[in-house]
């Protein structure tokens, strides 16, 4: 069912002839969600727009085509909240690999889907606009290298830009880097100058902290970013950090080295601990960054006479320069041999390239290093010589490129002796000290297997921001070694961590879990019950997502019900999924609509047709209008209630839309006054199809000759209502129709005759503005508005006190001009606050916030309390997520208006109203107020807001 439908079956708020004066800024977030959804649902293409922030707030992508992987576009395991037009499938693994979900409309709060979406696709059958790639621009696959690598760089060298506008783009990160051998040789061919190649080779590690998985990639030595002249290169220093003597160089092994920039695996399967790591710990990283198999470089290997010549048996000394001696440039031969390196990849005279990059007079070029690196590990004018690659990378170490360095460490760790691992940690200092934060994680890593766990702990959290070292700060302090034990920490750690995190290894989740992180819990299971992780393990899922379940987990709690009610992946248990469901609920309204059809049909509890409605009415229906209103109208034994049951239809699934609108059609052609006004107005409000039942594509004017007939049809059936004395009906054909002055005056006086509050508030607009050819009356006027008061009706009360509010602020502006204009203003207001007040004693839980604002008015000394401000305001942030009510608590809190002074809160309530993602400005006045706090006070309102972003900043305290 289209959000049209769930509009009309409010219908009461949508008879207000003109626009409501006064709204509150809650009111308006909600208006403005139904315009976004209107027009994501009416005519456009089908497209998909994913947004940062709950109710569509905050940094938004939309997307018009399949994506396998957000991360192409910088969304992945980013969005909170969505608005669907048409069937879009999401899911929470790239490649649709994890538990996927489809949604139609709009959804304020992805629930258990929140900041966890990987990928998306269309699953309607309507035709799509042709692909247009979403912002930000996609990194390209290192898999699919072509011409147009780094494309937005080739444009430049194209345009003939300046290097310098080139290395600053490259710089800014916004265009994707592709550091690979291919990569760079494409941009050697498109001319690319050596200070480019350099900027490019030397691009921020953190670029490329959230790959998936290994990049072959070089990263040097963040001192090598800066462009050097193109002219000369400058030798790089040794690192002063002492490594093994360079006539017995580290044995690094393996067929095809990568220069990885992917995190190292702490914890991976690959390799067995060895004998001095206890169980349960992180392991050294499995062989992707360096693969087993091949010949240490001290081996005995035959060689060509060039190579033999050029590189020897091991690297030659490097001599550290004097501290105080300026470094000297590289001797002339090296820049005419990068030229005519340079030159023969143009060329794609690869085999020409090697032979002069193994040249001596390049010994001291990490540039030249790095590509020979490449060329040997990767087969690239000649064959692979995993010997000759393991000399070029511990050549770049040495010179002090930190990739080069961290993939020595790997290596030597690969080894597994005592010896090895103590030389691998001096090569990951020497890297993390040069800005490589993997190495950090990994030496963590190390550490931790020792026993050293505080030096592991105070190594991850300064890199605290890398999956791999959230999951092992969660297992620390889910554990209590090396820092404080605290849970709440250990769950935040890794909340909303993904998925592709456990690529890297599950050794810190999995002490986490064992230590009673329900976070790690649901995580964890979650893998074991995703088959492409490897560790497919149902039983394992099952008892890990129970226990976080047990701790009311609400996402564990929905994911274990689903898959137990879908006995899919484990036999199924329709008790267990209604018990966990039930526990879902507590925090996810998602849940509502299958326990509803659950308690109906006695699958897992019980039979209760009153639970079902309960259930289903919490939920809005929750796209089961079509069951509930059959319930209503007498379904199920249930007391036949057609008010209740027509109303309800509205809000009927799209699957069963056709079969809701029959079932009205037939109503109200048997001549039920109700139905003949809801499908009248559902027929005047409906969209005209994109194409007819042959599925031909409707031009624009067979849409206008459809909508005519579809507002003629609509009208004679209010009509019909209207014969029947139905009030609304009257209402809506005011609306809907032309009429003269005095058929639309005699239309309102019958139907508030017969108890219609909107047609009350109608004629008192028109004697209040001399419409319809009412004479200006504001005693009429009153008496009109007190009548509509009296019906009680929450939303008609909620209007009164809007429509009182603009009036007294309206009189503000002629105090001091004209007479009794305060007064007049006073009693204006405290019309409003009676209002609100009795639309919130009705249910109204917006009406709170808007009292709250009344008494914060000190300009006004009649109505200026802030004790009464203060605790409206707290009442509206109880009873509903009330933005504008948390921004008038924070005032409170930091002016001491109605209460003390309270820093914390003042900060907590202004971050919460921003929600997850605020922009910059956004954050200045809360920015201003951390400044104010002191390091305790810091401490605490961090902690609330951890357990704030935990709850979907729903119900958040402090």
């Known amino acids: 069912m289209t959000f049209r439908g769930e509009v009309l079956g409010n219908w009461q708020k949508n008879r207000i002839l003109t626009p409501t004066i006064g709204v509150s800024l809650a009111i308006a977030v909600g208006m403005f969600a139904t315009f976004e959804t ?16 709950l109710d569509y707030k905050g940094p938004k992508v939309t997307i018009v085509d399949d994506i396998a992987n957000l991360g192409s576009i910088q969304f992945d395991e980013t969005a909170t909240s969505l608005v669907a037009n048409g069937p879009w499938e999401v899911c929470l693994g790239i490649d649709y690999s994890v538990r ?123 001192s090598e970013a800066k462009p050097e002249p193109r002219q000369v290169e400058q030798p790089v220093a040794q690192p002063t950090q002492p490594v093994s003597p360079v006539n017995q160089p580290p044995k690094v092994v393996g067929q095809q080295a990568p220069m990885a920039t992917n995190t190292p695996n702490p914890s991976g399967p690959a390799n067995p601990a060895p004998n001095n790591q206890p169980p349960g710990v992180p392991k050294p990283p499995p062989s992707g960054a360096v693969t087993a198999g091949a010949p240490p470089i001290g081996a005995q290997e035959a060689k060509s006479p060039a190579e033999t010549t050029a590189l020897g048996a091991a690297s030659p000394p490097m001599k550290t320069p004097a501290a105080s001696a300026q470094t000297p440039a590289v001797a002339p031969t090296a820049k005419a041999s990068i030229d005519r390196a340079n030159a023969a990849i143009r060329a794609e005279d690869y085999a020409t390239a090697r032979a002069i990059l193994i040249g001596p007079e390049l010994a001291q070029s990490v540039s030249a290093q790095v590509t020979l690196y490449q060329l040997f590990s990767e087969g690239i004018g000649g064959p692979k010589d995993a010997a000759a690659a393991a000399v070029a990378l511990r050549r770049a170490a040495e010179l002090g490129n930190p990739s080069a360095m961290f993939n020595v460490a790997v290596g030597l760790q690969e080894l597994g002796t005592a010896a090895s691992i103590a030389e691998a940690k001096g090569w990951y200092i020497q890297a993390a000290d040069k800005g490589m934060p993997q190495a950090r994680e990994q030496l963590g890593a190390l550490q931790w297997a020792e026993g050293n766990h505080a030096d592991a702990v105070e190594n991850w959290l300064r890199v605290a921001e890398l999956p791999a070292a959230r999951m092992c700060l969660s297992m620390a302090y889910a554990t209590g070694k090396g820092i404080a034990a605290d849970m709440l920490m250990a769950n935040y750690k890794i909340f909303n961590l993904g998925l592709n995190a456990l690529r890297q290894g599950t050794g810190c989740v999995s002490a986490a879990a064992a230590a009673g992180s329900a976070e790690a819990q649901f995580l964890l299971g979650e893998w074991h019950l995703t088959k492409e992780s490897g560790a497919f393990d149902p039983p394992k899922a099952i008892k890990l997502l129970t226990a976080a379940s047990d701790q009311r987990h609400a996402q564990a709690a929905a994911y274990l019900a689903a898959v137990l009610d879908e006995g899919t992946l484990v036999p199924r248990d329709a008790t267990g999924a209604y018990t966990h469901y039930l526990r879902a609920a507590e925090r996810n309204r998602d849940v509502y609509g299958r326990l509803g059809e659950m308690a109906l ?12 409605i309960s259930f289903w009415e919490k939920d809005q229906y929750g796209g089961h209008g079509y069951q509930l209103g059959l319930v209503y109208a007498g379904g199920e034994g249930w007391p036949r209630d057609l008010n209740k049951a027509i109303p309800a239809m509205l809000s009927a699934s799209k699957d069963d839309e056709p079969k809701a609108h029959a079932w009205l059609k037939a109503l109200a052609d048997g001549g039920n006054a109700s139905a003949q006004f809801t499908y009248g107005e559902m027929l005047i409000d409906d969209f005209a199809p994109e194409t007819d039942a042959s599925g031909r594509k409707l031009s624009s004017d067979e849409k206008e000759a459809w909508r005519k007939r579809s507002d003629a049809q609509g009208l004679a059936y209010l009509r019909l209502a209207v014969q029947q004395n139905l009030p609304a009906a009257m209402v809506a054909l005011v609306r809907h129709d032309n009429q003269t002055d005095a058929v639309e005056v ?147 809190y930091e002016k001491g208006r109605g209460t003390s002074v309270d820093l914390v809160k003042a900060w907590f309530w202004r971050r919460v109203a921003l929600g997850p993602r605020p922009d910059s400005n956004a954050k200045k006045p809360v920015d201003a107020l951390w400044q104010k706090l002191s390091t305790s006070q810091r401490t605490t309102g961090e902690r609330a807001m951890m357990a704030c972003e935990m709850r979907s900043y729903r119900g958040c305290t402090i």
């Not at 800014?172 to 291919?182: F, L």
């Not at 049909?601 to 079902?612: I, P, Q, Y």
């Not at 109505?863 to 409170?892: C, G, Y």
């Open 38 to 53: 209107t027009k994501a649902q009416g005519t456009n293409p089908p497209s998909l727009v994913l947004y940062s922030g």
């Open 601 to 612: 049909k006695g699958d897992g509890t019980e039979r209760n047709v009153a639970n079902a």
């Open 100 to 222: 996927c979900r489809t949604y139609t409309g709009p959804i304020p709060n992805l629930e258990s889907f929140q900041n966890r979406i990987s990928s998306v696709r269309y699953k309607g059958s309507e035709p799509r606009v042709p692909k247009v790639d979403p912002k930000p621009v996609a990194t390209p696959k290192q898999e699919e290298l072509s011409p147009t690598t780094n494309k937005d760089i080739h444009a430049l060298l194209r345009a003939k830009v300046p290097d310098s506008a080139i290395i600053a783009v490259i710089r800014s990160q916004e265009s994707p880097v592709d550091k690979s051998a291919t990569a760079i040789i494409e941009l050697v061919k498109a001319g690319a100058s050596e200070a480019v190649l350099q900027a490019v080779i030397g691009t921020n590690q953190k670029q490329n902290l959230g790959s998936k998985g290994p990049t072959q990639t070089a990263v040097p030595n963040p």
């Open 746 to 892: 005699r239309l309102l006086r019958e139907a508030a005759a017969l108890g219609d509050g909107w047609a009350m508030l109608q004629l008192a607009e028109r004697h209040m503005m001399g419409w319809s050819g009412l004479a200006k009356d504001k005693t009429a006027q009153r008496v009109w508005e007190e009548r509509a008061a009296g019906t009680g009706d929450r939303a008609i009360l909620a209007q009164l006190g809007s429509q009182y509010a603009l009036a007294g602020a309206l009189t503000s502006n002629y105090i001091g001009r004209e007479a009794g204009a305060e007064a007049q203003m006073n009693e204006l207001y405290q019309l409003a606050r009676r209002r609100y007040e009795a639309a919130f004693a009705a249910g109204d839980t917006y009406a709170a916030a808007n009292i709250a604002s009344l008494y914060d008015e000190p300009s006004y000394p009649t109505l200026d309390n802030p004790a009464l401000a203060f605790k409206w305001a707290q009442e509206a942030v109880k009873t509903d997520a009330n933005v504008i009510a948390m921004e008038q608590l924070s005032r409170h």
